[in-house]
């Protein structure tokens, strides 16, 4: 299993960071908008975190922080087509994958509420950085149903992988994975902020 989850982790690595949000335009459509958080490695790995921590936590945060997430996304590209400003959104969306690593990392058992607010702040950035591209997209609402449906996916992915944490030695190998999540929201941020 091991192999498998390092197998996992070296295929991450060849995705390339969504850092590249020039607001130049989208291609549009379902198809580009489902893919599109598949290609981002920062962007999968916040919205893997997003199942995992609410897996971590268990019910209600396992059903709420899934849903909390593409909400404020939606939000926040709302913020992003009307123009109002955020701080540096590279760097939000950096920091997103920092923080929910070490929360998984660290197991941080969190109140609902703040793990709620700590996700729903995320998600605005991630979302942000969509909405400034998107009223350029050919077909916007198709690619806003798919990028919200991948979205989802990737959250469920991270459900699925909190079960491990039934199997022996699962904590600490889940634990684990949020030490490599936190150690490349690292990277990510040092590159955002280097750029």
């Known amino acids: 299993m091991i192999s498998r989850i390092g197998l996992c982790c070296a ?5 390339d960071s ?7 335009g989208l ?7 489902f893919e599109h958080p598949l290609t981002g490695l920062d ?6 975190s997003v199942g995992l921590w609410g897996a971590f936590l268990g019910p209600p945060l396992v059903q709420v922080l899934p849903v909390v997430f593409p909400g404020m996304m939606v939000g926040g590209a709302i913020l992003a087509m009307l123009g109002v400003p955020l701080p540096p959104v590279e760097i939000g969306i950096a920091l997103s994958v920092l923080v929910l690593g070490v929360c998984i990392a660290m197991r941080f058992e969190s109140p609902v509420w703040l793990a709620s607010v700590i ?24 690619y806003s149903a798919g990028f919200v449906l991948a979205t989802g ?7 699925g992988l909190g ?3 039934d199997r022996p030695g699962g904590v600490a190998l889940i634990r684990g994975a949020g030490g490599i ?14 750029s």
């Open 27 to 33: 291609a549009g459509g379902f198809v580009p908008g």
């Open 119 to 142: 996700v729903a702040f995320f998600g605005i950035f991630h979302g942000y950085a969509h909405g400034k591209e998107l009223p350029s997209a050919a077909d916007p609402i198709g």
């Open 11 to 15: 295929l991450l690595m060849l995705c």
């Open 18 to 24: 969504a850092a590249a949000h020039s607001g130049t």
């Open 43 to 48: 962007h999968l790995l916040a919205m893997v």
């Open 181 to 194: 999540i936190g150690a490349l929201g690292v990277w990510f941020s040092y590159e955002a902020i280097r």
């Open 163 to 165: 079960f491990f944490s």
């Open 153 to 159: 996916l990737l959250h469920v992915t991270g459900i």
